[in-house]
């Protein structure tokens, strides 16, 4: 089977596709632990099936701007993301490895678009039941970029649509299969304490520098499940 998730890291290891310091460590970290997971002390595995799986999802949406609508295609670096977060489990319990991540991308490199995907992804094609997915930022049209992406996605397939309730006015989107929500929240973040969270795609740049926004993070990174 295809592992485009190993492809992607051989590649930046190499030095075919030229990456910084930190991405190219990111990278031999994982065919490090590849390597790992057989050995008794190590805890996780990668299972190269669920990774393409995921991997797979993405490359069924569909985008509609303009004129035309055209069949998303993912690059390397998302598939090495996309594979990283779906792929790798707990050992003793089969949990996912990744409880957070950290993506940092330049502006205008589908920050939005990247957590639009895995918007859709966490929402019904996860199996996790009657889940919440957070959307936050400092302020509510940043916190409605993603959830914009997610609903474009939707309504740009027919079938795809039939899996999803798309409420605007509430910013709700209700997968059908899972019961699961996506929300977009901006500054009233007294709405976020208790959630119980699945997913959250928090602008990382206003993060950074604002402490309401560190508020936001804290009080939905506080409250994750383990999927």
């Known amino acids: 089977m295809r592992n485009r998730t190993l492809e992607y890291a051989e590649k930046v290891v190499s030095g075919k596709v030229l990456k910084g310091q930190s991405e190219r460590l990111c990278c031999q970290r994982f065919i ?74 330049a502006r205008q490199n589908g920050k939005s678009f990247l957590s639009g995907i895995e918007g859709v992804n966490w929402s019904t094609f ?55 929500e996506i929300k977009s929240v901006g500054r009233d973040t007294k709405s976020l304490d208790g959630f119980r969270t699945i997913e959250q795609c928090p602008f990382l740049k206003e993060i950074l520098k604002s402490n309401r926004a560190k508020t936001v993070l804290k009080l939905t990174l506080y409250d994750i499940i383990l999927v």
Not at 150 to 163: G, P, Q, S, T, V
């Open 32 to 105: 490090n632990d590849l390597k790992r997971q057989e050995d008794d002390d190590f805890k996780f595995y990668f299972n190269v099936e669920e990774a393409e799986k995921y991997i797979d999802i993405a490359n069924t949406l569909k985008i509609s701007e303009g004129t035309k609508t055209e069949q998303l295609k993912t690059r390397g670096f998302q598939d090495f993301i996309i594979g990283n977060l779906h792929g790798w489990f707990d050992k003793r319990n089969d949990n996912n490895r990744f409880k957070e991540a950290y993506i940092q991308i």
């Open 126 to 180: 996860a199996n996790y039941k009657n889940g919440l997915i957070v959307l936050g930022a400092t302020k509510q049209d940043q916190a409605n970029i993603v959830w914009n992406e997610i609903a474009k996605f939707i309504r740009a397939d027919e079938n795809l649509n039939e899996l999803y309730k798309v409420t605007e006015h509430i910013r709700t989107i209700t997968s059908k299969i899972t019961k699961t």
